[in-house]
């Protein structure tokens, strides 16, 4: 035996006792010959590695854009009020400095500015809370994605997270789907106001919709935040226990008589990539069941046998 | 009266003839349409009553399903035992009547039982079902389909709809259970979203639904003169259709249920499957009815496959035939036994001609063997007994007494014409045929009544062992005692038509060299009665200490051309992997040499009898000696490739041990431990101990837990003040799992001649435990919700079976000893148990199996065998009146059997019930020569007034010489080619009988001829005791 074996084989023995106690097993680890591996169908492979956005489905309703015109209205009224009312106080002030005006007259003029300053911020407040992102645009901007929504060159949506009430990192992208294809969506932010639903929402824009799809829509929708990376393992790979989910690995050092041992590998699922999982947990050069799990899950709970079987 | 009937008979020769001749042809016609069988009935009769629990787990099942049915059975009359599992979906109650009961009453109280179950079992759960009653052996046959031309789910509907009704219009089918394909359902498959945002629920979708599938009938249009049939067509007829329902109106226009869900037909989820040779198709399995003749049913089916085949092959179904047949057995059995009696049947004749040189005679002695046989077979047949291995037994055990019977009068009367010299032809034949047979009747009939005795034990044998061995003996008995009316009848008329001027012929030389050989023997032998007296002693004392040394087991093994693998794997694996690798299983086991099919069930069927769980199996291997390998070098193969598939557990059984073994005691190992305690934890602990204990015992074979360990579950635990923040019932949630990942059934279409479930699941679910919590939940103000949101989802482990022994919760300890002492493993088993295994409160054990039941049955026999004896010494003091004789013949009846020891021993030492059975026959016999000789003693004395001295003992020998030299010779002849094909199928209860008889005979002969005479000679003293 090489001293690097000597090496690895503490290793491989920790490794499997703490597998063991992972997969809440008692039995021991399962070992097959060659020919049993051939048998059963055991096949081994290395788990490639990926690098995949995080991705969250969500429910997304294409929002009317009248609302938008009449808030985004109603908010540059007010604005063009309130400069109205403070160039009306300007004037009588000046007025005033020149007992051209009275007194009653210049503080009606102020109160009326104040109070128009006062619908101006309440505009912006409902606008915001509306609106949520669609605030922080200046005019020029806003009008822009208001000209571009009548026309129907951009769409917004409301994207719902059912079940969630905050939400870490700002997704990066969206996809909606629409009669299964998947048209891509900026995220422009999170909408402040909680929906029927009564999840967060996003507030989403798409640009060149699809012809027909209109206000009160609802599609489903796919967040897609920063990439991350895993391994990437069939889904018939994996094992759920108590502990969660894992799969099996083969041991580096050969059991006598050449015959391979397996031990249960803990993983956490990080997504679901068709039928594949995104897994983190897994290092280069792990030898995983990729077909077969089964048969070793079966053996570790069948329990031992007699000395008379062997 | 035994004067009266032969003198009757001699007074009317040809009338006797007559009436013997129509009796032999009725029981011939009577052999012909006789019912043939495995075996007798020996199960009790029973019922399985299972119910549906969709969705719930064992322990809700349990709890909900089987609790309160068993509450229902309890003290149910004619009820023995009820036993039940417990396991996910599914209650299955197997009930045991009383043995002597009326079956089918039987089944009426328990169907009347559980007419009030609806009121006490869970919404959802089904109505109990109650299996047909069937034989023992409950198998029929297995056969297969396959196509490559259709998909799982259209091979399913052709064979429920077009081979199944067929198959059971069969007369003699209980019941045809398929495995395999797919049912066909309609699915309606809700898009939660859609459903959502349209501000509808689950509910909604299954009131439409209902409403479009129902179907209310037309009625009939009158005219005047005519009256037309009314016929209304439900709406949802076909998927388009039904997607057109409408379930709700907004703004005007109808949201229909195609807007908020995919309409199709698809294929049920599965909890069984089939696989034939090497690919997935259809299993189906059918049983006899109870009290059906298999042979007759077997053929009646199988020609009704045949006339359908070519009709399936047009539509891409292929028919695989018999992959499980026990009529081949039968066939077999019967035609090597058949075989075997009819060469058995040519020696005795030959022998026959050979030894009294004289074909009257020869004719006249066999002519009475099949007479009587025959007709024991025509009353069994009356009665309602099939001829199976067990009746066909009590004959070929008969044969001795029955061939002792036809030989005894016409040798008398031979000897008594040769005796006489030229005088004997002008005999008046009359007084020589009454004489001659007058002599020996009185001892023969003694003697038969003491054989009938020595098997009073056997046929007062309870259980299946009495289930077993009463149709044996009532075989027996009733052979025996026809043969004797023969011998009292036909016979003495048979002379008197063939032998009136009959000169009999020299006797035959290697007759006289026996007698000299015999005279000079017993001369010797006089001067050393100590001797002779320890001898006797000798091999008495030795087949008496040699016995119980010998293994013991209740049946033998049968050499069947079937072969049942039970295969498990651990509990929650998924039907696809168990498919997968049963797949791979059965390629291996089809590219073994002298394997012809194979053949897979997993799982259960709907109503099945086997209540299995998706990781049980069980392989149907036929295999095929006739190719050049051996059966136990095709099961070593067998065996072999299971061994490379270390990740299931398998039992390899012939068809008969499974069949037996399983009704023993519902458990087909062949020795149990029960371990009965309410708390499930504790009699798992106490279960493993025993088994640490049995695996240390020596052959103790296959060690299991036959309750399987536990199984994962993903347990959903709903939180109350999440679910109050949603505004969410737990029953809209509950109901919402169920509909994702069982389905829920909303209704049944009618279309043609077949009905269609139609059921209402989710979209979007996907095959992982990780995904369920996403699973969308909506409340009735319209908030969708995760399910992860309001319950909280964990992955546990959960019994995948509990098992009931009436009432009481039970764990199983099963071992299969590789020892052929069966017996002796169980009772070490036993000691280790006690000694080692402390059981702690409110737990007991119960011990079981085939090795239990074989103790049962010795101790039995045991006691009753002691209570015959009494009454054979009281027969024989009836028969002698002096007490000298009956301890002679006490003394030499245990030397007698020593032969029939060393046979066994030479061939296995393993007693099988059959041997022990060959040994009882051999019993009588002995008996039967001893009483026969010491009364010929008597006449010689009584009669003849002969001084009694050694002289008289040589003469008296001499002339008993004949009879019994050739009534040994004959039956040996009869018995020698079923011994000698010992382990051919058939052969393997009537091959050990005939065996240990074979070798006692031997023992049995020598004894008789010259042990006794020199011991008679000194101490009988037959004038003394008369006058």
């Known amino acids: 035996m090489t001293p690097l074996k000597y090496l690895l084989l503490p290793v491989c023995a920790a490794v499997a006792l703490s597998a063991a106690a992972v997969a809440g097993q008692d039995n021991p680890l399962p070992t097959l010959s060659a020919e049993q591996q051939r048998a059963v169908g055991i096949v081994i492979a290395a788990a490639p590695t990926a690098h995949l956005a995080r991705r969250i489905a969500a429910y997304g309703r294409v929002l009317d854009p009248s609302q938008l015109v009449a808030d985004a209205g109603g908010l540059e009224s007010s604005r063009a009020a309130a400069r109205a009312a403070a160039a009306e106080s300007a004037r009588l002030q000046g007025l005033y400095r020149g007992a051209n005006a009275s007194l009653k007259s210049l503080q009606v003029a102020e109160a009326r500015q104040a109070e128009a300053q006062a619908r101006v911020r309440q505009a912006q407040s409902a606008f915001l809370l509306r609106w949520g992102p669609l605030g922080h645009l200046g005019h020029a901007q806003r009008a822009g994605l208001i000209q571009q929504l009548a026309t129907g060159r951009e769409l917004l949506l409301r994207a719902d997270l059912p079940g969630r009430h905050s939400l870490g990192v700002l997704p990066k992208q969206a996809l909606v789907d629409v009669d299964g294809v998947r048209v891509p969506a900026r995220v422009l932010g999170p909408l402040p106001q909680v929906a029927r639903m009564q999840s967060v929402g996003l507030l989403l824009q798409m640009p060149n919709p699809p012809a027909g799809l209109g206000p009160g829509a609802q599609l489903p929708v796919m967040l897609e935040s920063a990439d991350r990376a895993g391994r990437l393992v069939p889904a018939g790979a994996l094992l759920y226990g108590q502990s969660g989910a894992y799969v099996y690995h083969a041991l580096a050092a050969d059991a006598k008589d050449g015959d391979t041992q397996f031990a249960p590998l803990p993983v956490s699922l990080l997504q679901q990539v068709g039928n594949a999982w995104l897994v983190a947990g897994l290092h280069a050069g792990d030898r995983i069941v990729v077909q077969g799990a089964g048969v070793l899950w079966s053996m570790q709970g069948l329990g031992s046998k007699s000395q008379d079987d062997d | ?1027």
């Open chain 2, 1 to 1027: 009266m035994l004067s009266a009937i032969v003198r009757a008979s001699l007074a009317h020769p040809r009338i006797v003839t007559a009436l013997s001749i129509l009796v032999a042809a009725l029981s011939f016609g009577a052999l012909l349409h006789a019912r043939f069988d495995v075996f007798p009935n020996f199960a009790p009769p029973h019922v399985t009553v299972q119910t549906e629990a969709p969705g719930l787990d064992a322990q809700q099942v349990e709890a909900l399903v089987t609790r309160p049915l068993e509450g229902l059975l309890a003290g149910t009359e004619g009820v023995k035992t009820v036993r039940s599992k417990s396991m996910q979906g599914l209650s299955a109650i197997y009930v045991v009547f009383k043995r002597r009961g009326n079956p089918y009453l039987q089944r009426q109280v328990v169907t009347e039982r559980l007419s009030g179950a609806a009121s006490i079992l869970p919404a959802d759960a089904g109505p109990p079902l109650l299996s047909p009653l069937s034989s023992s052996m409950q198998y029929l046959e297995h056969f297969g389909f396959t196509s490559d031309r259709l998909t799982p789910v259209q091979l399913r509907g052709v064979i429920r709809w077009q081979v199944e009704p067929q198959i059971l219009a069969v007369p003699g089918v209980a019941q045809a259970m398929l495995y395999g394909g797919a049912e066909r359902e309609r699915q309606v498959i809700v898009d939660p979203q859609k459903l959502a945002a349209d501000g509808l629920s689950l509910d909604d979708v299954f009131r439409a639904t209902r409403r479009a599938t129902r179907l209310i009938g037309g009625g009939y249009v009158q005219t005047a003169s005519q009256r037309i049939v009314l016929r209304a067509q439900a709406p949802g007829v076909t998927p388009q259709a039904l997607s057109q329902a409408v379930l709700a109106e907004r703004h005007g226009l109808p949201i229909r249920l195609g807007d908020v869900a995919t309409v199709r037909d698809g294929a049920a989820p599965r909890f069984g499957d089939g696989i034939i040779g090497d690919q997935p198709g259809i299993l189906v399995e059918t049983s006899t009815q109870y009290g059906a003749n298999t042979l007759t049913v077997t053929h009646a089916l199988e020609e009704r496959l045949n006339r359908i085949a070519p009709a399936l092959k047009k539509e891409g179904v292929i028919y695989h035939p018999a992959l499980l047949r026990p009529a081949t057995f039968i066939d077999s059995a019967l035609s090597k036994l058949r075989a075997s009696l009819l060469i058995g049947a040519v020696l005795v004749v030959l022998l026959l001609l050979a030894t009294l040189r004289d074909w009257r005679g020869a004719l006249i002695s066999f002519s009475s063997i099949p007479l009587s046989l025959l007709a024991a077979v025509w009353i069994l047949e009356m009665f309602g007994v099939s001829l199976n291995t067990m009746t066909i037994g009590g004959l070929v055990v008969a044969l001795g007494v029955v061939v002792d019977d036809a030989v005894i009068d016409v040798e008398n009367i031979t000897r008594r014409r040769r005796n006489a010299g030229a005088a004997g032809a002008e005999l008046d034949a009359r007084q020589l045929f009454v004489g001659a047979s007058l002599e020996v009747r009185q001892p023969v009939f003694y003697a038969t009544a003491a054989v009938a005795v020595a098997f009073l034990p056997i046929i007062m044998l309870t259980g299946i062992q009495g289930s077993f061995f009463r149709p044996l003996s009532m075989a027996f008995l009733l052979a025996v005692g026809i043969s004797l009316i023969v011998a009292m009848s036909a016979t003495p008329a048979l002379c008197a038509l063939l032998m009136r001027k009959h000169r009999p012929p020299e006797e035959a030389r290697f007759l006289l060299t026996c007698k000299r050989l015999q005279r000079r023997t017993v001369e010797r032998l006089y001067g050393h009665p100590r001797a002779v007296v320890g001898l006797l002693v000798a091999t008495g004392l030795a087949g008496a200490l040699l016995l119980p040394l010998f293994g013991q087991r209740l049946l033998p093994n049968f050499r069947e051309n079937y072969l049942i693998a039970h295969a498990s794997l651990r509990p929650g694996i998924s039907l696809r992997e168990t498919s997968r690798v049963g797949v791979q299983i059965s390629k291996r086991l089809l590219a073994i040499p002298g394997v012809k099919s194979v053949a897979e069930q997993i799982g259960r069927a709907v109503n099945g009898q086997d209540r299995d769980a998706p990781n049980k199996s069980e392989f149907d291997i036929q295999i095929d000696p006739t190719q050049g390998y051996t059966p136990s070098q095709i099961e070593a193969g067998i065996r072999k490739v299971f061994e490379d598939f270390p990740n299931q557990l398998t039992e390899v059984y012939s068809v008969l041990a499974e069949r037996i073994g399983e009704t023993l005691s519902g458990e087909t190992a062949s020795f149990f431990v029960s371990v009965f305690g309410n708390d499930l934890d504790t009699d798992d602990a106490v279960a493993a101990r025993i088994a640490a204990v049995l695996k240390k015992l020596p052959h103790a074979g296959e060690v299991r837990l036959q309750v399987p360990p536990r199984q994962p579950e993903l347990h959903v635990r709903l939180r109350p003040r999440r679910l109050a923040l949603y505004g969410l019932q737990p029953s809209d949630v509950l109901q919402t799992v169920n509909a994702a990942y069982q389905g829920t059934v909303v209704g049944q279409l009618a279309q043609s001649d077949r009905s269609i479930p139609v059921v209402v699941r989710i979209a979007g679910i996907r095959a992982s435990p990780r995904t369920i919590g996403s699973l969308p939940v909506r409340s009735s103000d319209g908030a969708v919700v995760p399910l992860s949101a309001v319950a909280k989802v964990e992955m546990e482990s959960g019994r995948s079976e509990i098992d009931h022994e009436d009432g009481l919760r039970r764990q199983v300890v099963t071992a299969n000893p590789t020892t052929s002492d069966q017996t002796g493993f169980a009772d070490a088993a036993r000691r280790a148990i006690a000694a080692q295994v402390k059981l702690p409160p409110g737990v007991y054990l119960r011990y079981g199996g085939a090795a239990e039941a074989q103790i049962a049955a010795a101790r039995q026999l045991y006691l009753h065998a002691a209570a015959a004896l009494v009454l054979i010494v009281l027969l024989m003091a009836l028969a002698f009146g002096r007490a000298r004789h009956v301890v002679l013949v006490l003394l030499v009846l245990p030397s007698t059997l020593i032969g029939g020891v060393a046979a066994a021993a030479m061939t296995g030492a393993t007693l099988t019930l059959g041997a022990m059975v060959g040994f009882v026959a051999l019993f009588g016999m002995a008996a039967r020569n001893t009483i026969l000789l010491v009364s010929h003693y008597d006449h010689l004395v009584q009669s003849e007034g002969k001084v009694w001295g050694l002289e008289t003992a040589l003469r008296g020998s001499e002339e008993r010489l004949t009879p019994v030299l050739l009534t040994a010779m004959m039956t040996a002849l009869a018995l020698l080619p079923v011994a000698v094909q010992l382990h051919q199928p058939g052969h393997e209860i009537e091959g050990p009988m005939a065996v240990v008889i074979l070798g006692g005979l031997v023992s049995s002969t020598m004894v008789s001829l010259l042990l006794v005479p020199p011991l008679a000679a000194r101490w009988l003293k037959p004038e003394a005791a008369r006058s």
